[in-house]
């Protein structure tokens, strides 16, 4: 039997890479006899684990004259390490995001899992997701520079919409919320204003050789939610209601900070119309929940809550038919009154023998009694709410019962208030071979505008101001949501900005301290940071219609790499003006900072023109190199004294 209470931090690592530590402790105590525990130390942990796969991107992208994408040829290679690990899994998750928010007609996307001698590189929050829509919204932005365009214009112009709403493996993108996200995200930002205050406020740098510039880029995201691997798309839950009213609920889901045991609690506590606090989620264990999918993909809520619920339903039949025997017997003949001398015989229960609409439904798909979207007027319902069971009915008085008196009357009645719920998500049908196909239940969408300034001594970035704008359905927990959206957000900033990792010559990771690997602090977080959500009740594919939040928000920290890439841009050619001169642009268009760096997505481009070559993460060295790349070519050219 396996047991886990809750795990520190989550978002990455923890998958598969645990469990070679697991071993050992285990092997110790099976020697022994005695129980048995490894600790390491922060160096060894960072020095042993995978980390995210390196990436490199080369691609050829066709489009005409108004910005419209006609075509993406891309090649992507990323370094899979000594062992397979979940190497071949992410690079099928780069794969069918590299189209992100954005329709392309004609694509060939292909992918290459590279065996190095470095330690294998495994899961991190967004998997491969990022790599990809790292690729396509760089290209949108590069498109935008070479005709001359705003590169909002050029991403509404390419979103997925009506008549240009299928995926290159052939999913339909539908309660597409894109358009509507960029457009209220475009007047709440202030987008179009700002805009021009950065391009002058950058052009003003000419005459000032201390400015700092500016960037300002709107991306998107359109996250797929659910396991590419159809068979992991399952949980289980057991859920039993106790004689005093409370409930007791096991899953397969494991809590490691991200806050599925409160979603999975307050679904529960919906279903029955009770206080969350009634509601207990036991530890995580084998002995009651067997052969559980990872709590990983952002789906750990969906395939675990749903299952909760669908359990939850069970049981509120039978209380449901119960209730609806109790209102036409006397008090005194009631279970709890006769049972224990047998005077009275029990209520007789039959499944299916009344038509009673049961609420709340806690699932979209029709399991609920009635269905969902019913008529339900002129029927006998049976609502769950503040604690109680309420039965209507068109033609008698409405009977109320507090629902841990029905709970007692149940068990006095031997009426199951136990039930295991198994969940398999519907509608996954994607055929790896061929590449085609559904393998998402639903997109996680969201916009996020990023504002930064850059010093063009040190080469640090400040982000100025974000503002994101999400569609995550109906949210569970509003307060939960919201903190994945924001600390994914940072944490996203971090990968594209300063976590930058550095071997020796003899592969060995050099930077594997906080003192040598620079993740976010609070001085790091934007001095503007604005979030919120859409209302969308469009979302009738999942729980309760609900959108995970665990993975997409980092994916939007993707527009402060390309907001670092606009003030590169914009400093550029400002400076190029000043001087009167192009050889600062062509040394730029030919010098070539692709690396195979952890952490990295680098592109390369058979394009002439002049675009900004930057790696990920951004870091200050890379921002100066950018800002001043015949300088550093210069430097690297000269003999070493």
């Not at 005077?343 to 806690?362: K, M, Q, R």
């Not at 990792?501 to 609070?522: A, E, M």
């Not at 001087?579 to 070539?592: E, I, Q």
Request: hydrophobic share 40%.
């Amino acid at each position: 039997m396996c047991v886990a209470k809750r795990l520190g931090g989550g978002f990455g690592g923890k998958e598969t890479q645990a469990s070679p530590f697991a071993a050992y402790a285990a092997l110790v105590a099976k020697r022994t006899g005695r129980a048995a525990r490894i600790v390491l130390t922060k160096d060894e942990d960072m020095i042993m684990t995978g980390k995210r796969n390196p990436f490199q991107i080369h691609y050829e992208c066709g489009f005409d004259d108004s910005g419209k994408i006609l075509a993406l040829d891309a090649m992507l290679y990323s370094d899979g390490g000594a062992y397979a690990d979940l190497s071949t899994a992410i690079m099928e998750r780069a794969l069918l995001h590299c189209d992100n928010a954005y329709f392309i007609p004609a694509a060939r996307l292909r992918g290459q899992v590279c065996r190095t001698n470095f330690h294998p590189h495994t899961a991190f929050r967004g998997f491969g997701g990022p790599k990809g829509v790292a690729l396509i919204e760089m290209i949108i932005e590069d498109i935008a520079r070479v005709l001359g365009r705003d590169a909002l214009d050029v991403r509404k112009l390419n979103c997925y919409g009506p008549g240009r709403d299928t995926t290159p493996y052939g999913q339909l993108v539908e309660n597409n919320c894109l358009p509507e996200l960029f457009e209220t995200l475009e007047k709440k930002c202030d987008y179009r204003a700002r805009r021009q205050e950065i391009d002058k406020w950058n052009k003003d740098g000419e005459r000032n050789p201390h400015a700092h510039p500016r960037g300002l880029s709107l991306t998107a995201v359109k996250f797929g939610i659910s396991f590419s691997t159809r068979f992991m798309n399952q949980g289980n839950a057991l859920v039993n209601v106790h004689t005093d009213g409370t409930l007791q609920v096991s899953t397969g889901a494991v809590e490691m900070g991200q806050g599925v045991n409160s979603r999975i609690a307050a679904l529960v506590a919906e279903q029955f119309g009770l206080p969350i606090a009634a509601v207990r989620i036991m530890p995580t264990s084998t002995e009651k929940n067997a052969n559980t999918s990872p709590t990983a993909a952002s789906a750990g809520t969906d395939l675990n809550g749903s299952a909760a619920v669908m359990a939850c339903e069970k049981i509120k039949q039978r209380l449901a038919a119960l209730a609806f025997e109790l209102r036409n017997i006397s008090h005194e003949h009631w279970p709890t009154k006769t049972a224990g001398l047998g005077t009275w015989p029990e209520v007789a229960i039959v499944n299916g023998a009344h038509t009673f609409t049961v609420l709340p439904s806690g699932l979209f798909d029709g399991a609920n009694a009635g269905g969902a979207g019913s008529n339900i007027k002129n029927k006998t319902l049976v609502e769950f709410r503040n604690s109680m069971v309420v039965v209507s009915e068109p033609t008698q008085p409405e009977f109320k019962i507090d629902f841990a008196q029905l709970v007692r009357e149940a068990y006095f009645n031997r009426t199951s208030v136990s039930e295991y719920g198994h969940y398999a998500t519907a509608h996954l049908t994607f055929d790896k071979i061929k590449g085609q196909g559904r393998p998402f239940l639903y997109f996680t969408q969201g916009v996020a505008a990023s504002e930064v300034e850059l010093d063009p001594y040190t080469g640090e970035i400040k982000v100025l101001r974000v503002d994101m704008l999400m569609d995550v359905g109906r949210p569970v927990n509003h307060a939960l949501d919201m903190g994945q959206v924001l600390g994914g957000f940072v944490q996203g900033m971090g990968w594209v900005t300063t976590e930058h990792l550095v071997y020796n010559d003899n592969g060995l990771l050099v930077s594997h301290s906080p003192s040598t690997y620079k993740i976010p602090s609070v001085q790091d977080t934007p001095r503007i940071f604005n979030a919120d959500f859409i209302v969308n009740q469009g979302n009738t594919v999942n729980v309760r219609g609900t959108k995970a939040t665990g993975e997409p928000p980092l994916l939007l920290a993707i527009s402060v790499w390309t907001a670092v890439r606009d003030a590169i841009a914009s400093a550029r050619l400002m400076n190029s003006k000043s001087k009167n001169s192009d050889d600062l642009m062509t040394s730029a268009a030919s010098h070539d900072h692709a690396t195979a760096s952890n952490k990295n997505v680098s592109s390369q481009s058979s394009a002439t023109t002049d675009l900004v070559q930057l790696a990920i993460p951004a870091t200050a060295e890379r921002v100066l190199r950018g800002l001043s790349p015949e300088m550093f070519a210069q430097w690297e050219s000269s003999p070493t004294p």
